[in-house]
């Protein structure tokens, strides 16, 4: 038996990334996958990829989790295709980063909408359907909300990942009642074309991060994926309002050389 057979999964981001990794492994765990992404024509080709693999995936238009009309309109068109949502997994988000001084308050505005008000909008526009189906929701946060860095100048990012795991636990208060569990899922620094184009770039000095990392590699988008598909599966039915990391151990242990 799959772990997600015939559930209805809401994801965001679904282009490219932990996103598009995200849809293949629900649909492959038995998910109907309902994705969205600002760039539509590659979160089609995830939706080909999928019906390749014999799912089921839906695509409606493209989607901007900052825009509530947008959003409202992609949950509504899931309801209605599928006949409910079971689990909405809030992954979409853009960052800009910059040091505090330099940073101006419109990027520091533009990553906590895309970032945090997103993941509210979105549960939002779903609740109706999550109180009816007793769903779930998993949301994207990040080892950046629960550390700070040297290396990466990232106010903004911190505030708003900080933001989603907290939101995520008073999600997970205010659903226990409708039968609804919230978890977040903590990447750490994991190798997508997101991170290539900042992080992990020639010039930056995370570069070389894996070095750091006790497990010894950077993260991959299916190892995202995996801990997502868990949180949202009934082996996870007791689990909620928790914060599963997912970094090799980055975030918990002291840099210093292997021996
Ligand atoms: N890559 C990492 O190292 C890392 C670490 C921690 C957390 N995360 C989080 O994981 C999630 C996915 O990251 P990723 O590395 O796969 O990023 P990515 O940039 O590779 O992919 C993100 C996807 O989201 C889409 N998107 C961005 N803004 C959107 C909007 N307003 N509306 C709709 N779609 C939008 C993009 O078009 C893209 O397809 C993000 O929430 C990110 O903060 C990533």
């Known amino acids: ?112 909408q895309s970032e945090l008000d997103s993941v509210w909008l979105t549960v939002r526009a779903a609740w109706p359907h999550l109180t009816r189906s007793r769903g779930c929701v998993v949301t994207v946060g990040s080892t950046a909300g629960l550390t700070g860095s040297v290396s990466n100048h990232r106010t903004a990012h911190s505030a708003a990942k900080g933001g989603v795991i907290a939101l995520t636990r008073q999600l997970a208060a205010e659903g226990a009642a409708h039968g609804i569990r919230a978890n977040c899922v903590s990447p750490g620094l994991i190798n997508t074309e997101g991170s290539r184009g900042n992080l992990l770039a020639d010039t930056h000095p995370l570069r070389d991060t894996a070095r750091h990392v006790p497990l010894g590699r950077l993260g991959l988008p299916q190892d995202i994926a995996a801990a997502a598909v868990f949180l949202a599966s009934t082996e996870a039915a007791y689990i909620s309002a928790a914060n599963l990391v997912v970094d090799g151990g980055w975030s918990a242990v002291l840099p210093g050389p292997l021996t």
Do not use: C
Not at 26 to 48: I, K, S
Not at 79 to 103: K, S, W, Y
């Open 1 to 112: 038996m799959r772990r997600l057979e015939g559930k209805i999964a809401l994801i965001s981001g679904t282009a490219r990334g932990i996103g598009k990794a995200a849809a293949l492994r629900f649909a492959a765990e038995g998910a109907l996958v309902v994705g969205g992404d600002l760039l539509h024509e590659e979160a089609l080709e995830t939706q080909r990829q999928i019906g390749r693999e014999g799912g089921t995936a839906l695509t409606p238009g493209p989607l901007d989790v900052t825009r509530p009309e947008s959003v409202e309109a992609w949950v509504t068109e899931a309801a209605e295709a599928f006949g409910g949502i079971d689990i909405v997994l809030t992954n979409a988000g853009t960052v800009r980063f910059g040091p505090l001084a330099e940073q101006s308050y419109a990027d520091y505005r533009t990553t906590v």
